[in-house]
């Protein structure tokens, strides 16, 4: 898969990708706004292992952003199942260096319409933690709206906090 985000693109991940990948993922200020499965420090082995998972998902759900050949960040979708089976959750972290320039919400923009089109999703949503403003306004920039706010719902860096829930769904 490969979509054009303006000067950067969503496209699978490659194996080369892993230095760039623990470099920009190496970062407080990013662990920070992840769940916990995402490790700090960030090494290159962790990279490799992260790549080597999604060689073999089917269907693809999960993506690098690119800006040309180098690896800036990830995005992708946790497919729900069961019931939920028309929803999804999607997911994105970008090196900081890139943070504040627009790539992040073309991004979301970009793999929310590819979601739309390729499953038969109703609904996307996003968890983001309260202190995260930026990211709210990314959401809510690719069209997303604040759908709940669950008070003292996670635990991150010694602090219980809020976590906000942002919806999409298929127009």
């Given at each position: ?11 699978h ?19 920070r ?5 995402f ?8 990279a ?9 998902q089917?269907p ?21 199942q069961?019931v939920f ?15 504040g320039q627009?790539?992040a ?5 970009a ?5 739309f089109?390729?499953f ?11 202190w ?24 991150k860096d010694?602090?219980?906090i809020?976590r906000l829930?942002y ?5």
């Amino acid at each position: 898969m490969h979509i054009d985000i303006g000067t950067c693109q969503i496209r699978h991940y490659r194996q080369d990708d892993a230095v760039s990948m623990a470099a920009a993922a190496n970062n407080r200020n990013i662990w920070r706004n992840m769940q916990d499965g995402f490790p700090h420090p960030f090494t290159l082995a962790d990279a490799q292992a992260r790549i080597a998972l999604t060689v073999n998902q089917v269907p693809q759900q999960t993506f690098a952003i690119a800006s040309g050949e180098q690896f800036i960040g990830g995005i992708g979708l946790e497919l729900r199942q069961d019931v939920f089976r028309r929803s999804a959750e999607i997911g994105y972290w970008l090196g900081e260096s890139h943070w504040g320039q627009g790539i992040a919400t073309a991004a979301v923009r970009a793999l929310t319409e590819f979601a739309f089109e390729q499953f038969e999703l109703v609904r996307i949503d996003a968890s983001v933690f309260e202190w995260n403003p930026a990211s709210c306004r990314v959401l809510e920039k690719a069209g997303y709206v604040q759908e709940a706010r669950l008070r003292k719902a996670v635990y991150k860096d010694g602090e219980i906090i809020d976590r906000l829930i942002y919806t999409r769904l298929r127009e």
